[in-house]
């Protein structure tokens, strides 16, 4: 089980009738409402995703167009240096936490 989060705490004020909703379902609100702004978050990360893919920045157009080894061989001559793959450091992706390097 990987560890839990760190926590901040919030206050949030809410109509009356939005926390009898929520104490009808569940007894933990913190939990209830954690759950619910990671599904928001969630949808309008698709959302974000898709709004991209309908209408993507001209220069990654371009870049597609090309195919990564038609652009590759445009770069400058001599600059091979520009990326050196063993300087990155690895990360694992975590829909609660975002990118992550991961445990040791």
């Not at 770069?75 to 975002?98: H, I, K, M, T």
């Amino acid at each position: 089980m990987p560890p839990a989060a760190p926590t901040e705490r919030v206050t949030v004020t809410m109509p009356a009738d939005l926390i009898a909703g929520i104490d009808r379902f569940e007894r933990n609100r913190s939990r209830f409402i954690a759950d619910a702004v990671r599904h928001e978050l969630k949808r309008r990360r698709r959302e974000e995703l898709l709004r991209s893919l309908e209408e993507p920045h001209p220069d990654s157009i371009t870049t597609a167009s090309l195919g990564l080894e038609s652009w590759s061989q445009g770069l400058p001559a001599g600059d091979d240096d520009l990326l050196d793959p063993r300087g990155g450091v690895p990360l694992r992706w975590s829909e609660e936490q975002g990118w992550q390097e991961p445990e040791a």
